[in-house]
């Protein structure tokens, strides 16, 4: 069973970085569609970015060219870079995984197609 383990958040100044990982136990990564779902206090969980099995990436439009997914599989490892952090990227994040077609490893489905997730990490930008 897939067990995500989340960390690398924290609080950072508008425009700054900071770096996510997930470590995952069970299925390879590598197989799988994984990627980082947010939620911001009060609002719905939305998708950040995506990667698939064959290592397509997808990312929410509004960290399109600041975000950057990758995928260490030696290590089972995900990561997002987060570059030029706004406040409005203020959320929790958290790694989300599932065996799923890459047709459907899109940013923008549902979050109910995930099964497995973690426990999240917050992240804080202040203006």
């Known amino acids: 069973q897939d067990q995500l383990v989340e960390s690398g958040g924290g609080s950072v100044q508008d425009g700054g970085p900071l770096r996510l990982s997930c470590t995952a136990s069970?299925?390879?990564?590598?197989?799988?569609?994984i990627g980082w779902v947010r939620q911001a206090l009060g609002r719905v969980r939305e998708g950040v970015a995506l990667?698939?099995?064959?290592?397509?990436?997808t990312y929410r439009g509004s960290v399109q060219g600041r975000f950057t997914i990758s995928r260490d599989n030696a290590k089972n490892a995900l990561f997002l870079q987060m570059d030029s952090l706004k406040p409005e990227d203020t959320a929790m994040y958290y790694c989300a995984a599932q065996n799923l077609q890459n047709a459907l490893c899109r940013v923008g489905i549902s979050s109910l197609y995930f099964e497995h997730w973690g426990q999240g990490t917050q992240v804080t930008v202040s203006s």
């Open positions: 990667i698939d099995s064959g290592g397509r990436t």
């Open positions: 069970g299925d390879t990564i590598s197989s799988l569609c």
